[in-house]
């Protein structure tokens, strides 16, 4: 089959039949293409992927970087101090030795620098959510040689024959082969919501457009309905999406609330220093009524202005989200949004599945229940090894028509596929169909085997609003008649699903060989039994048969699940993940509350949600359709008690999220099917599944659990919370170093004489700006690492719409300014005094400025050790745990250091020598503000214990 020649590009698939279409392809509908003839294309035809259009070009994110008012402020600063520098050079003022418009290179240098940082640090959180976005490309089966294999999307190539199913995003461009049931829906391409029903049997015109070519898929649509087989015909670049280079599955990065709240942070902050220069300009002129005094004036403000300005902050938060994400994948949770990464700390409740999620997904039938026995099965796994057995004797089970029936019906309706892989059994497809593929499989009755005698001519899918699924075949050779008993017609519809759902629908039941008139006894028997295997926690499936004399039309679902013939229940063990019990501890000590969402029978979830510790015996479930009858209202006056939902259908799930909504909640919740999308939407978080969920599901969801594991929502919680935490931690630590730096200049003006009457401060723009983004931004970011403090689960959720300076950030930031200025203003007026005193062996005078400047730097050295923890003393942390800090600390202490005592950068930065001994009293007062935050902590202890 190799040495395939490229069809032309501008093929009208649409106008070829099957057979032309798989002929021009080369291709062929019952095995597909080799292993290796799919190579071979691979390197033809290049990945299946689209070129990426989505996401911020490198210029816009430039460009964004100065769109932050602290930036354009600081360009306001640099032209303020630019002018006032000519106006010194003209008037002939400059001191000197005084290189003039210093202030505003360097203003500006800082302001690209700044902009550059922010620039690298968002390109590559792009590149991170880009890399994520590969992670959670779709699988889709194809056949190949002949076998049913899942395939990465990207490496499907034209003729492949790919597989597609209600919740599948496909994957390609394609013509139908096969079509059963098929809908789809086809937004992403033609805008157009209404699914269309799709034909594999029919050739369109060439003329037709695209939303009319109903016998073609098209890459990025979704399956909503039905099954499909389908010819890859266009991949990558060469699909309709391609053509229009849409981006479809752009992972978002908006602006997390956060960040919201940090651009009007800013904003106030920008507006509080353009007031304080007012009033520093307007208040000292017209105290003095001199206005000789402007330029003083101006200089002192212009200082206040960027100390106001938090400088670093935006690049520290971006950081942190952007390392947040990268922990939480780790723990595979695969975030989608970045707002999600600070949601999840403040997650109320979660909403969880209980299949797979909250069990392990590995079905195994126990037994087999018809109305005269009970078979037990032995055996575990998928591996098809066991024996069937009737009070504790073997049986063989194909010999019995019952029994034979029942397993016939497991095998015949059913769409998933059993096989060996690696000396492995695996299931391809759903695990419940898999057990019952398995269960037969012990029985001798092999799913090809039956395929080929029985071919499938009509279905009516799953859905899990139907809970149930019927498949039409087609008994030519009365082959059922001869070896089951079954009446001999043409046709026979074979049903399975929830057993309520399914017994309601039978007149009728199979007793031995024969087909008898279904009594009350009966029906109450059946159900009798499935509550007590649902009481066990079990999975109970009802099954049911209908001989036909013709082929139901595809819309009359209703009409043609009536009248049916009980053939018995399957029942099943799914056990819970054994992690999960200690998950669902760690939700209650965190304040949340766990709460599980099943479609299946309310005693089986009831006994699972018992055993996990989600719900206790005696507490209130509420079923699907109790749900329905009750308002709105009514539904909210029940959430918060209810913590099982059984039988319920995935428009439940939407109500049930809306109502915890309105009482306030924050949910989480998950799903995995195409109609689980419009709840994962609504929920603060939406949860997928990245090995059972379907592509749609994906699409709509936050997040994707790569493991589907419930303990992993909670360990992703865990992760925003410390996320939370850490950005909040060097919020504090910067304002309050801000909140410092102003109050010494603003107290420099009243204290310190030569201040007022030069307008010169003890820290000029340059000073600030280098410890605003230098000595707090490099410890900012060290602090942004600090693992989860122990008590990060054993307290209550954040509340979402708190302010950033809630629960005591606010007050910390002013207390902890204010020390700040206290140690500074403080050391000033001293140093001022000695300075001026103690100028012998051609000291400095002025040399005072430089004893405040590194004295604000070093405590703020002080205040990022102390700060790692809110409750623990320094000294009961483990310093290794975060060697970031001190590296941090160090290497800031010697830059600072460096600006004193390295010639050149003290010119630049206006520095001055600094004897030893003074040198050490910046040291003994920095290390006062270390010992006041430990004294803080002390004491908030001792008045917590005593309260007590
Ligand atoms: P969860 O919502 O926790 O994942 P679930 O898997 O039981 O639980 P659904 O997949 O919505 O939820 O299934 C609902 C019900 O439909 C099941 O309890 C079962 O009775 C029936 N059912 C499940 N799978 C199939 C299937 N493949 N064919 C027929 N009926 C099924």
Not at 720 to 730: A, D, H, K, M
């Amino acid at each position: 089959m190799s040495g395939h020649s490229l069809p032309s590009p501008n093929t009208a698939w649409h106008t070829l039949d099957t057979v032309g279409s798989l002929a021009t392809l080369n291709s062929d509908r019952t095995t597909g293409l080799s292993e290796q003839e799919a190579a071979t294309r691979l390197e033809q035809y290049g990945t299946n992927e689209l070129e990426e259009s989505g996401g911020r070009s490198s210029w816009e994110i430039l460009i964004d970087q100065f769109k932050n008012v602290m930036l354009l402020m600081l360009i306001g600063v640099a032209l303020v101090s630019g002018i006032l520098d000519i106006i010194a050079l003209t008037q002939g003022n400059l001191k000197p030795g005084e290189v003039p418009f210093k202030d505003t290179i360097a203003i500006l240098a800082i302001v690209v620098l700044n902009g550059a940082l922010g620039y690298i640090q968002e390109s590559r959180a792009e590149q991170a959510l880009a890399a994520l976005k590969q992670l959670s490309s779709p699988r889709v089966r194809v056949l190949r040689g002949g076998r049913v294999s899942e395939v990465d999307s990207k490496y499907l190539v034209p003729g492949d024959v790919m597989l597609v199913e209600a919740g599948t995003q496909v994957s390609a461009d394609g013509r139908i082969l096969e079509a059963a049931n098929l809908q789809i829906r086809e937004a992403a391409l033609t805008g157009e919501a209404e699914a269309v029903s799709k034909n594999a049997n029919i050739t369109v015109k060439e003329d037709a457009m695209p939303a009319d070519r109903i016998n073609m898929t098209y890459q990025g649509t979704e399956v909503v309905n039905g099954r499909g087989t389908v010819l890859v015909t266009g991949t990558g670049m060469r699909t309709e999406l391609g053509k229009i280079a849409a981006q479809i599955q752009g992972v978002e990065s908006e602006p997390t609330p956060l960040q919201r709240r940090m651009d009007q942070l800013s904003q106030a902050l920008v507006t509080g220093a353009l007031i304080l220069v007012a009033i520093v300009v307007v208040g000292g002129l017209l105290i003095s009524r001199n206005f000789g005094l402007l330029q003083n004036l101006l200089q002192t403000s212009l200082s206040m202005a960027v100390a106001v300005v938090p400088e670093g902050l935006p690049a520290v938060i971006t950081v942190t989200l952007a390392i947040g994400t990268q922990r939480m994948v780790r723990r595979n949770a695969l975030i989608r949004k970045l707002p999600a990464v600070e949601t999840l700390g403040s997650v109320t409740t979660i909403c969880s599945d209980k299949t797979g999620t909250l069990t392990q997904n590995k079905m195994v039938v126990q037994s087999l229940h018809t109305i005269s026995a009970s078979p037990k099965i032995t055996g575990q796994g998928y591996a098809p090894d066991g024996e069937f057995l009737l009070d504790g004797t073997k049986i063989i089970p194909a010999e019995q028509p019952e029994f034979r029936a029942l397993l016939l019906a497991c095998t015949v309706c059913n769409d998933s596929i059993l096989q060996q892989e690696a000396g492995e059994w695996i299931i391809l497809g759903d695990p419940t169909e898999g057990a019952l593929l398995t269960a037969a499989a012990k029985a001798g009755l092999e799913r090809d085997q039956w395929n080929s005698k029985l071919p499938r001519v009509a279905e009516f899918p799953f859905s899990s609003d139907r809970k149930r699924m019927s498949v039409i075949v087609e008994d030519a050779a009365g082959l059922l008649q001869s070896e089951t008993d079954f009446l001999a017609t043409p046709y026979l519809m074979f049903t399975k699903g929830s057993p309520e759902i399914v017994l309601e629908r039978c007149q009728q039941i199979q007793v031995g060989d024969q087909v008898e008139p279904i009594t009350q006894v009966q029906r109450s028997q059946i159900l009798e039994r499935n509550n007590e295997l649902a009481g066990n926690g079990l999975r109970v499936l009802g099954f049911a048969y209908k001989p036909l004399q013709g082929v139901p039309s595809e819309t009359d679902e209703e009409g043609a699940e009536q009248d049916l013939v009980w053939l018995g229940l399957v029942d099943m063990l799914d056990a819970p993940r054994p992690e999960v019990r200690e998950a669902v501890k760690r939700c209650r000590t965190a304040g949340i509350r766990p709460v599980m969402i099943t479609g299946d029978h309310q005693l089986t979830a009831s006994a699972i949600a018992q055993d996990l510790g989600i719900a206790k015996p005696g507490d209130e479930v509420l079923i699907g359709r109790e749900l329905e009858a009750m308002s709105q209202q009514e539904l909210e006056s029940h959430v918060d008690r209810v913590s099982v939902y059984a039988r319920v259908a995935p428009e439940h799930k939407l109500r049930i999220v809306q109502a915890l909504q309105k009482t306030g909640q924050i949910a989480a919740m998950t799903g995995d099917g195409v109609n689980d999308a419009p709840a994962l939407k609504q929920a603060d978080i939406g949860i997928a599944m990245g090995i059972t969920g379907t592509d749609v599901s994906k699409e709509a969801s936050d997040m994707v659990l790569l493991d589907d594991n419930f303990a992993t929502i909670v360990s992703a919680t865990e992760e925003g919370r410390v996320v939370y935490t850490n950005i909040r931690r060097f919020i504090k630590y910067i304002l309050g170093s801000n909140i410092g730096e102003v109050i010494t200049i603003a107290a420099s003006v009243v204290l310190i004489p030569a201040v007022a009457a030069t307008g010169s401060v003890p820290l000029t723009p340059l000073q600030i700006l280098w410890m605003n983004l230098v000595t707090d931004g490099l410890p900012a970011l060290a602090l942004a690492v600090e693992p989860a403090e122990p008590n990060v689960m054993n307290r209550p959720p954040n509340h979402p719409g708190e302010s950033i300076f809630a629960r005591g950030l606010g007050a910390y930031m002013i207390r902890i300014g204010i020390i700040l200025a206290i140690l500074s203003v403080a050391t000033m007026v001293w140093a001022y005094d000695w300075t001026t005193k103690n100028t012998a062996g051609g000291l400095d005078p002025d040399r005072w400025k430089t004893i405040v400047f590194t004295t604000l730097c070093l405590a703020q050295m002080g205040h990022a050790i102390a700060i790692r923890s809110n409750s623990r003393l320094t000294i009961e942390l483990n310093p290794f745990t975060n060697l970031y800090v001190w590296g941090a600390v160090v290497l800031t202490s010697i830059l600072q250091l460096a600006l004193v005592y390295v010639e050149p950068l003290r010119r630049f930065f206006g520095t001055h020598y600094l004897p030893f001994d003074e040198l050490m009293v910046c040291v003994g007062v920095s290390a006062l503000m270390f010992v006041w935050i430990e004294m803080e902590k002390l004491f908030i202890r001792f008045y917590f214990s005593k309260k007590r």
